[in-house]
């Protein structure tokens, strides 16, 4: 068994693998197993791992399994303490392992952590897709330390402290594999978007704890399979996170948040439309609830396996208030600015 095995998931990222793996393999190799799963690629990425990267472990999925079901299987081929999530556009750094590496082993009732994310274009800036850990407001809408929506903060360490999320980035996710595999894995049925917050959410549920370790930092480019504007990107942006909802709401909130969510979604599709001129993303959040109400009774049995296996009902890292709220009537733009949980 190995004890950090790092695992890339890869459709058609040669160009990416290429740029940079080179930095996984300088900087981890000596601590870490490093795999490539590869989502059936067209391009010529096996062909480039074989003969420039010959000291990857590949693994060949027989199709594109999306995110969440590609690293499911995966990771069953994979026999490692650690199991270490991370994007093909991310570039680590020198030591970044030996603090993630360091504060699982010493606290045993976390099961999964992430470093500080960076972004690529800014790097003194944080980068939207998981900045310095993840929370979510009382409606579902997820945001971070260093990222509200899409305001993003630059880095002058004022998060430079270990902290307890609700989600670690699915960009850089350390997690042990038996928290990974006592709460199910990933949720397959999102196929991307949503999946890793879905997952840290079941795992606070169980009492295991999430952390984000500053003292690690990576710096990722973020939207590489989909830009952030992609009709599809908002569809599954929209059904998972009803789903995810669904799944994980005690009995007593869940009525009151999707009544809500309701009239905020169409809020938001109308806006996208109205403001934003997008009408593909308008189309994409009608099509998104349409799609929820057609398969949510399919989550019926996790939503009850979920609720029985729960030990708190109130989760400090979900906050209590309304992001819209803080963000748009507040003027709440940074993390440190809103309310205490």
């Known amino acids: 068994m190995d004890k950090i095995a790092i695992v890339i998931l890869n459709w058609n990222g040669a160009a990416m693998l290429s740029q940079y793996l080179p930095s996984v393999l300088r900087y981890s190799r000596d601590e870490a197993a490093v795999y490539v799963a590869d989502n059936a690629s067209t391009d010529n990425s096996l062909t480039l791992l074989r003969t420039v990267f010959p000291e990857v472990r590949v693994i060949e999925l027989d199709r594109n399994w999306g995110f969440a079901d590609g690293y499911n299987k995966a990771l069953r081929q994979v026999d490692a303490e ?17 603090p993630l590496t360091e504060y699982m082993d010493t ?4 099961a999964a952590c992430q470093p500080k994310l960076l ?99 990576v710096y990722h480019v973020g ?58 993303d308008f189309k994409a959040v009608f099509r998104a609830r349409r799609a929820f109400k057609l398969w949510r009774h399919e989550f019926d049995a996790d939503r009850r396996a ?15 208030f309304s992001l819209l709220w803080q963000y748009y009537v507040r003027g709440h733009k940074t993390f440190n600015t809103l309310p205490a949980s």
């Not at 409606?139 to 002058?156: A, H, I, K, M, Q």
């Not at 799944?247 to 948040?257: I, S």
Request: glycine residues 8%.
């Open 223 to 280: 939207g590489g399979t989909l830009p952030k504007d992609n009709p599809m990107k908002t569809f599954l942006n929209f059904r998972n996170n009803l789903t995810m909802l669904y799944k994980c709401l005690p009995d007593e909130e869940l009525r009151h948040v999707m009544r809500w969510r309701w009239l905020l979604d169409y809020v938001a599709a109308w806006a996208m439309l109205i403001l934003d001129g997008h009408p593909g």
């Open 306 to 320: 979920i609720q029985a296996n729960r030990v708190d009902k109130k989760i400090p890292e979900q906050r209590r």
């Open 82 to 98: 650690y199991y270490l999530l991370l994007n093909s556009d991310i570039e680590v750094t020198h030591h970044w392992l030996t």
């Open 119 to 217: 972004s690529m274009a800014d790097r003194d800036s944080f980068e939207y897709a998981g900045a310095a850990g993840g929370f979510i407001d009382r409606y579902g809408y997820p945001f971070c330390r260093g990222r509200l929506f899409s305001t993003v903060e630059r880095d002058n360490g004022q998060y430079d402290y270990p902290a307890d999320v609700l989600w670690a980035t699915g960009a850089a996710l350390m997690i042990r594999s038996q928290d990974y595999w006592d709460a199910g894995g990933l949720d397959g049925r999102f196929f991307a978007h949503n999946e890793e917050i879905d997952l840290c959410w079941r795992l606070r549920l169980r009492g295991r704890r999430i952390v984000c370790l500053p003292e690690s930092q």
């Open 107 to 110: 606290h045993p009732d976390i």
